[in-house]
């Protein structure tokens, strides 16, 4: 199935669109994203406070509360800045299993500027699922998510 992440990124676009809570938006963006995309069961953010992520607004089953700097896929993507896509997470070193049905992971890193806001997750059931096209439309979702209301950097 293709998505059409154009469509996505306006939908989410309209939600925020006059909503300046922090945490409203990303409960309404981890919302689109999981009854969008297939083949998910996981999507949420984690907020950086100090240097740990603490767990924000997702959809899917309970998950790990607090991920340091560093440690499991969003640990790196936050410490390193960059997105990382993982076909098996079995096979990432220090994969924090949060969920053991989870197969892949694509993890954004939320930038405004040169800060760290925190993170975009999301899990597959399916190894291998997130492919380019994935990676350039949830990267897109996730700086609108980061610059939606830059004064407001707390979550």
């Known amino acids: 199935m293709t998505v059409d992440y154009d469509a996505l990124l306006d939908e989410v676009r309209a939600l925020m669109d006059g ?13 689109v994203l999981f009854h ?3 083949d998910l069961n996981w999507a949420g953010f984690y907020m950086l406070r100090g ?3 603490v767990l924000g607004p997702f959809q899917g089953r309970p998950a790990c509360v607090r991920i340091p700097l560093g440690q499991g896929v969003c640990g790196a993507a936050a410490t390193q800045r960059r ?39 999301l899990d597959s059931p399916r190894p291998d ?17 980061a610059h939606h209301r830059p004064e407001n950097t707390g979550g």
């Not at 079995?90 to 197969?103: E, K, N």
């Not at 699922?129 to 998510?145: H, I, K, N, S, T």
């Open 36 to 38: 969008n995309l297939p």
């Open 51 to 53: 240097d740990v992520l």
């Open 19 to 31: 909503e300046p809570d922090a945490v409203a938006n990303a409960a309404n963006v981890t919302a």
């Open 129 to 145: 699922r997130f492919g380019p096209a994935d990676q350039a439309g949830l990267e897109a979702v996730a700086a609108a998510y």
């Open 83 to 121: 997105t990382i896509v993982v076909p098996d997470v079995h096979a990432f070193p220090g994969h924090i299993a949060c969920d053991p049905a989870s197969r892949s992971e694509i993890v954004i890193p939320l930038l405004y500027g040169g800060t760290l806001l925190g993170v975009l997750d």
